[in-house]
């Protein structure tokens, strides 16, 4: 399980790269892996407004749908079509390629409510 | 809650790596290296199954024919021994109380194969039929069931056997030997490809099991976990009990009335069977695939002009393929090929339109 150490983690397994003002959203590594093949992804409009722990998407795999949760509320500002043509890139490279959307941040304090890279590990090793 | 129970190969799914989840009240692996490659491997190559959680029931005696007439819908008179027959059995409703394989193993004793989450249920509706004279007893937990399935099947399993394997006709069985192990070999499967399962005393399991995978390499084979078996079904559009087969739901509902004779005499659910035949169905069994962006799941509505016409049973993307299809009951009025539905996906509904059954059918 790959947990990079300079991303943000959520309990619902997204993770967050922290650019300026915008925050880059996607889902672990553990995420992607618990969920086996992804074969479908549904990802929000640019210019939609996402709020903290709302739904802003879906992925699912050949057996299951899963919700994608908004780790921190503002604007999305860009989203990676890339991978709703091609939906095993998020289980090829879940913090690179597979990437899901990048929001402009309205209240960057949310950030202190996500996990360090050793704490998201330590929720996973405990089974949480 | 009770404990998960483990077939005789679970340490040897846990060493290849499986993923295993809780079905019909079995830790089962779900998938080795992931569906998608496991089902490709199925379709071009061969896949080795562990299906020892499938139920097993032995009835024996003069009057087992006879019981089992009684209690299913198919006609056992068309076997002899060495066949199989695949078949539901009925409620008096007409729902489905579980759907199975009956082999005719000699004159007088017969073996039903049933669903791992039906064992007890079926083994008890079984037993109420039952007659003095005859016997009838749960075998399946000293019975391991493996299945090998795909194109080169039959070439990977004949290194194991002096048996002909070509003159095992499709539903048929011989008994032999595999790799030194006493085998029932059968010609079935649940996959759309050409295959066999092997039934044997469970202490056989690994020996069998490391034998086969043994003789596969160099052919491509690899064990296959539950999550491809059921995209290889769904494909096939074969029914699974708890998906298109319920309690409540009729064969002739899901269109197995080629399975329902009712002209050999009484059977249980026969009436109410006949009745639904000559009205027709309230709901038909169709097959569906998406316009739309999105998967159709279980359980998800189906509408027609915002109205609710249907449920899904079954649904994914389907691998071989490449599209996203489901299975679903759909109002007898709406079920021609080519009509435009809508199924509603997380509160939206997105298009979706009737295409022909099975949406895979393998060449030959």
Same mark, same amino acid.
């Given at each position: 399980?790959?947990?990079?150490? %300079?991303?943000?983690? +959520?309990? $619902?397994?997204?993770?967050?790269? #922290?650019?300026?003002?915008?925050?880059?959203?996607? /889902?672990?590594?553990?995420? &992607?892996? +618990?969920?086996?093949? /992804?074969?479908?992804? =549904?990802?929000?409009?640019?210019?939609?407004?996402?709020?903290?722990? %709302?739904?802003?998407?879906?992925?699912?795999?050949?057996?299951?749908? +899963?919700?994608?949760?908004?780790?921190?509320?503002? $604007?999305?500002? =860009?989203?990676?079509n890339e991978v709703i043509d091609s939906p095993e890139l998020v289980n090829q490279d879940p913090y690179g390629k597979g990437w899901m959307m990048v929001v402009e941040m309205s209240d960057p304090s949310q950030l202190d409510n996500l996990m360090s890279a050793e704490e998201y590990k330590a929720m996973v090793e405990e089974g949480n | 809650m009770s404990e998960l129970k483990r077939t005789p190969l679970y340490d040897e799914h846990l060493a290849a790596g499986a993923k295993m989840v809780e079905f019909g009240g079995w830790l089962m692996p779900v998938q080795y290296e992931g569906i998608l490659k496991e089902h490709e491997t199925?379709?071009?190559?061969?896949?080795?199954? %562990?299906?020892?959680?499938?139920? =097993? *029931?032995? /009835?024996? @005696?003069?009057?087992?024919?006879?019981?089992? &007439?009684?209690?299913?819908?198919?006609?056992?008179?068309?076997?002899?021994?060495?066949?199989?027959?695949?078949?539901?059995?009925?409620?008096?409703?007409?729902?489905? #109380?579980? %759907?199975?394989?009956?082999?005719?193993?000699?004159?007088?004793?017969?073996?039903?194969?049933?669903?791992?989450?039906?064992?007890?249920?079926?083994?008890?509706?079984?037993?109420?039929?039952?007659?003095?004279?005859?016997?009838?007893?749960? !075998?399946?937990? !000293?019975?391991?069931?493996?299945?090998?399935? @795909?194109?080169?099947?039959?070439? *990977?399993?004949?290194?194991?056997?002096? !048996?002909?394997?070509? $003159?095992?006709?499709?539903?048929?069985? #011989?008994?032999?030997?595999?790799?030194?192990?006493?085998?029932? /070999?059968?010609?079935?499967g649940y996959t759309g490809e050409d295959g066999f399962e092997l039934y044997f005393p469970a202490e056989h399991a690994r020996l069998l099991w490391r034998a086969i995978l043994a003789a596969g390499q160099g052919e491509g084979i690899k064990p296959v976990g539950l999550g491809a078996r059921d995209t290889l079904r769904f494909e096939a559009c074969l029914a699974l009990y708890g998906h298109e087969l319920t309690d409540s739901v009729s064969p002739v509902m899901a269109g197995l009335g080629w399975t329902v004779k009712f002209n050999k005499g009484d059977f249980v659910g026969r009436e109410a069977l006949l009745q639904q035949k000559e009205t027709g169905p309230s709901h038909k069994l169709v097959g569906l695939e998406m316009i739309d962006r999105g998967i159709p799941r279980q359980g998800y509505t189906i509408s027609k002009d915002g109205q609710e016409v249907g449920w899904i049973t079954s649904g994914t993307f389907a691998p071989s393929i490449g599209k996203n299809l489901g299975l679903g009951y759909v109002a007898a009025q709406w079920v021609a090929v080519g009509t435009e539905l809508d199924i509603m996906v997380r509160g939206k509904a997105l298009k979706a339109k009737i295409v022909p059954k099975p949406f895979y059918k393998r060449e030959g």
């Open positions: 399980m790959k947990v990079p150490a %300079d991303l943000k983690y +959520s309990k $619902e397994h997204e993770w967050v790269k #922290v650019d300026g003002n915008r925050a880059i959203v996607g /889902i672990t590594d553990f995420a &992607q892996e +618990s969920l086996g093949d /992804i074969v479908f992804v =549904e990802l929000p409009s640019v210019g939609d407004t996402v709020e903290v722990d %709302d739904t802003f998407g879906v992925v699912e795999s050949v057996k299951t749908a +899963s919700d994608l949760y908004v780790p921190v509320s503002g $604007e999305v500002v =860009e989203v990676n | 199925v379709r071009s190559a061969a896949g080795l199954f %562990d299906v020892s959680h499938m139920g =097993e *029931i032995q /009835i024996t @005696g003069p009057g087992a024919r006879e019981l089992i &007439q009684s209690i299913i819908t198919n006609d056992v008179n068309r076997l002899t021994p060495g066949a199989a027959l695949y078949t539901p059995m009925c409620h008096p409703t007409g729902g489905t #109380v579980d %759907d199975l394989l009956v082999y005719q193993l000699e004159e007088n004793q017969y073996l039903l194969v049933v669903n791992a989450a039906n064992i007890e249920k079926d083994y008890n509706w079984v037993k109420v039929y039952a007659n003095e004279g005859v016997e009838v007893k749960n !075998v399946s937990d !000293v019975t391991c069931q493996l299945a090998l399935q @795909g194109p080169r099947a039959i070439k *990977i399993l004949q290194k194991l056997t002096s !048996v002909d394997l070509n $003159e095992i006709k499709h539903f048929h069985f #011989v008994y032999g030997l595999v790799e030194g192990i006493n085998c029932l /070999i059968s010609r079935t």
